[in-house]
């Protein structure tokens, strides 16, 4: 009876996860502390096994499976089982002999390959404009090819390029022309960075460094200006043999372009 009750909460989570909570009107049926952790138990050791990320290092216990008639289910005829029950609920046909793997995502990296239109019409009048700030000017300001960046020794936080790489550091001046003291937040959320080297386009990197446009956020006195950079890496073959140069920022409601060469 108590592996009954095992196999249809498990059923019903595994459910839940393929057609969401939505699908189910009817309640999980209340269960004992002892019942909880069996379910517990046995979904997570489940999960474990299944996870491709997690190899040979836990396995399941081996369970029989008692069926209201009382006969054992095995393993196999267990996982076949929920296969059948899941594709009742959802719709969906799976592979013989097979349960969906969990997918954990965490180290997955997702290459854009977005190519730059050069006839792109920019969508905003300015940079000050595409990140919706007002009192404030952003200007391109020219650009540098280095190995390093900042070349001062006293920033705790430098910037080294990848062996046989170049850093391409994309200047810009943010001047506060507010006439007061304000603070400036460059958004972040829905806002990518393009740069484009001859033909290759790539995004700009994610740094550390307190000038990084993409995280800029700090107050700025009336009429101070602040050079802001962004910055991004390709072969140096490359960067010591630039025809052009651009960059696009893009969000959801439109692009801004900036062409330095």
Not at 51 to 62: S, T
Not at 206 to 226: A, K, P
Request: with cysteine.
């Amino acid at each position: 009876m108590r592996k009954n009750v095992i196999l249809t909460i498990i059923s019903v989570l595994l459910l839940s996860a393929l057609t969401g909570c939505g699908a189910f009107e009817s309640k999980i049926p209340a269960l004992t502390d002892e019942q909880q952790d069996l379910v517990v138990e046995y979904a997570t050791e489940v999960l474990l096994h299944y996870d491709r990320l997690n190899g040979d290092k836990i396995r399941p216990v081996k369970y029989s499976v008692v069926t209201d008639d009382g006969n054992a289910l095995s393993e196999e005829d267990y996982e076949n089982k929920l296969k059948d029950d899941m594709e009742a609920a959802s719709g969906l046909t799976l592979p013989e002999n097979e349960i969906p793997e969990t997918t954990d995502t965490s180290d997955v990296v997702v290459t854009d390959n977005t190519e730059v239109n050069e006839a792109e019409v920019s969508s905003y009048a300015s940079i000050a404009d595409c990140f919706g700030l007002t009192g404030v000017s952003i200007e391109p300001a020219g650009y540098e090819i280095t190995d390093f960046y900042p070349q001062s020794p006293a920033e705790y936080f430098v910037m080294n390029a990848t062996e046989g790489n170049r850093l391409i550091v994309l200047r810009f001046k943010l001047t506060n022309t507010s006439g007061n003291d304000i603070h400036v937040d460059v958004p972040y959320g829905d806002v990518r960075y393009k740069i484009t080297l001859n033909d290759n386009t790539k995004n700009a990197l994610t740094t550390l460094l307190v000038n990084d446009m993409g995280t800029y956020s700090r107050d700025l006195l009336s009429g101070e200006s602040e050079e802001v950079v962004l910055v991004g890496e390709f072969d140096s073959s490359e960067a010591d043999n630039i025809n052009s140069l651009s960059l696009v920022i893009k969000r959801e409601s439109g692009d801004y372009s900036v062409v330095f060469k």
